[in-house]
């Protein structure tokens, strides 16, 4: 008996409906939900931007915050005459952890890329428009500049800062 009843209560429980996380795609977010997306992600961005100060702190080698909210080694990038949309650019780039390990064994390549139609990380897109040919850069990448809140599927998580190594070619 107990049996049955305990499988009665399951059956009943498997009948309510759940809501959703997230409402589903096209859906309305409330503004209570704006909000707390909001809010995580202004202390999402505090938390990073520390850390990646601390870590910059610790090297030898000089790094100049970019109005993007990025960090360079380029000393004078954002006095440079930037590139405009439309110009073609090549480059290519690795990425790395904090722990300056490579994510992937192939950098990523890009030949005669226009500006401006990028499907590229927000930071490398700004970046190639300030570099020259042959110049390389170490760029430190935010999470909300990277891969985000899902990450890449592949070796990279969600929320996770990025070091970019950059070469236009």
Same mark, same amino acid.
């Given at each position: 008996?107990?049996?049955?009843?305990?499988?009665?209560?399951?059956?009943?429980?498997?009948?309510?409906?759940? &809501?959703?996380?997230?409402?589903?795609? @096209?859906?309305?977010? +409330?503004? !209570?939900?704006?909000?707390?997306?909001? *809010?995580?992600? #202004?202390?999402?961005?505090?938390?990073?931007?520390?850390?990646?100060?601390?870590?910059?702190?610790?090297?030898?080698?000089?790094?100049?915050?970019?109005?993007?909210?990025?960090?360079?080694?380029?000393?004078?990038?954002? &006095?440079?005459?930037?590139?405009?949309? @439309?110009?073609?650019? +090549?480059? !290519?780039?690795?990425?790395?952890?904090? *722990?300056?390990? #490579?994510?992937?064994?192939?950098?990523?390549?890009?030949?005669?890329?226009?500006?401006?139609?990028?499907?590229?990380?927000?930071?490398?897109?700004?970046?190639?428009?300030?570099?020259?040919?042959?110049?390389?850069?170490?760029?430190?990448?935010?999470?909300?500049?990277?891969?985000?809140?899902?990450?890449?599927?592949?070796?990279?998580?969600?929320?996770?800062?990025?070091?970019?190594?950059?070469?236009?070619?």
């Amino acid at each position: 008996m107990k049996k049955v009843v305990f499988i009665s209560l399951l059956s009943l429980l498997s009948c309510v409906k759940n &809501s959703p996380a997230h409402p589903p795609v @096209g859906g309305v977010l +409330s503004q !209570e939900d704006l909000n707390v997306s909001k *809010n995580r992600a #202004k202390n999402l961005n505090l938390l990073e931007r520390k850390q990646i100060q601390d870590w910059i702190n610790q090297q030898d080698k000089k790094f100049y915050s970019t109005g993007l909210n990025y960090w360079t080694d380029i000393s004078d990038s954002e &006095s440079r005459t930037k590139k405009k949309d @439309g110009e073609l650019v +090549s480059y !290519e780039y690795d990425l790395y952890d904090f *722990n300056q390990e #490579k994510l992937y064994e192939k950098p990523n390549q890009n030949i005669d890329a226009p500006l401006g139609k990028f499907e590229e990380l927000k930071a490398v897109e700004d970046a190639v428009r300030y570099m020259k040919k042959g110049e390389q850069a170490t760029l430190l990448v935010p999470s909300v500049l990277a891969f985000g809140t899902y990450g890449d599927d592949e070796k990279i998580p969600n929320d996770m800062p990025l070091i970019i190594k950059i070469k236009i070619l």
